[in-house]
């Protein structure tokens, strides 16, 4: 396949990243349309000149992203053609910008607090240590789809309120170097209170969409806590489920 004749050897892009790279993006355009197979992690890597646990990491890369499975007795197999939002480490901002909508934001809160027990749980500090809380409604096209509460590490105590209004929160923390890796995310529902209903413009306990996550960074360090809310009518999210 041609998609890997550019990989940077001596670059300091991962190669496993290049290789999972280019799969997802020939996964996504069609080149490798559903139910295509690829080659084994063994020859795969002897043809690219390339190790096996190299080979692994970036197709696993891909596998947990739901693009691809593996399967006993077939290989790994191409599941899902085109994903328009995937269950992914990405903003709503960023959500919205993709699918040509026009974000904005109300910041409602912007102030220092010390961590409770949960929180401090989910960031890995110290009960009552200190802690920047943010709490916003995001609109689409000047309609409100979320209200977003976050909480963040005390490095990051001084983050401006026009840059929150301005950008979404890890175009923020990769402003300020900041490499998002990985999160643990949980997905609900339960029904709106009534500020809730008020911010979003919708009737009093109506039924919502609910996240919890925790982001890490690529050294493994809890660098946000978000729960967030959002009216189920305006998003939604896509999960590829595959049968083992």
Known sequence: MGMFMDLERSGPIPLYFQVSQRIEKAIL????PAGSRLENEVALGQRLGLS????????????????LVRRRGIGTQVVHGQVTRKVELTSLYDDLTN??????????TLENRVADAKTAE??????????????RVRLA???PVAV????????????????????????????RGVTMRVARQHIGARKSTNEESALLEIEKNSALLTMDRTAFDNSGRAVEFGQHCYRPDLYSFEVTLVEK
């Open 29 to 32: 355009s069609g080149e490798l």
């Open 141 to 143: 096209d000047n309609v």
């Open 52 to 67: 096996r646990p190299t080979v692994r990491r970036a197709i696993q890369e891909i596998v947990d992203k739901g693009l």
């Open 122 to 135: 989910r960031l890995s500090v110290a009960e009552g240590s200190p802690t920047l809380y943010i709490r």
């Open 99 to 108: 699918t040509h909508k026009v974000p904005s934001t109300h910041l409602l």
């Open 148 to 175: 977003m509460e976050n909480w963040l590490p005390e490095e990051f105590i001084g983050i401006e309120p026009s840059d929150l209004v301005a950008h979404g929160l890890y175009q923020v923390l990769r402003s």
